[in-house]
């Protein structure tokens, strides 16, 4: 759903909640139109009644309308990340070539817009290509690895363990090697990813489309972790 057709709805909604409040409305004004012939004395207490019931009446509608607009900016507001390019967007991580040195070190860098840790691909281009995961991912021409943080076992996040360079998640011990193919523990596969396209220096990363992670088995890199694991399940 774009914004727009979000905004759409959201007025619909407002403009449906509100047409119970002007339908007690209009009939509450049409029972106080009198004719001249029809005027009669109403007793003071009657008139209060009146009074209060609009006045009842006026206030749970502006109410209502104030909840309305609270709940349409909080939507809007939610949705805000997604307009200005975060998480389900494509995301311009930064220079590539900067990146490329960053990332010589071998550490993984976190990117929180876009909920995935980048890292530099080692294996051997050609082998990657042969793997449709990473082959989707385009691994095989831009050399980086952007690798979702959800555990593809049960959606913990998976933290990366620097003395092992693996990354383990805590919640039941999968662990998966730097470049998140699957190494042990009860995941399915290795880490999804998302695509990662150098564009005019930049890398852009598509957060929109989640690759799922290469199968079980695929080993391209770093069999063994390079020191002691952070989960010992
Ligand atoms: S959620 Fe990560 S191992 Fe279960």
Redesign the pocket.
Known sequence: MTPIQFALIIALASLLAWIPFALIGARSRKAGTVTSGQLEVMPVSDITDVGRRKFLLRGVGFASLAFLGQFALASIDFLYPRLRGGFGSKISVGNADDLRAELGNREPKFIPDGRFYLTLYEGDPAEAADIPAYKAANVDVSGFMALYRK?V????S?PYCPPSKWFE?P????KYSIHGEYRE???PRSLDQFRAEVVDGELIVDTATIIAGAPRGTSTTQPQPEGSNCVSV
């Open positions: 555990c076992h049960l959606g913990c998976v998640c919640c039941h011990g999968s523990g009860p995941a």
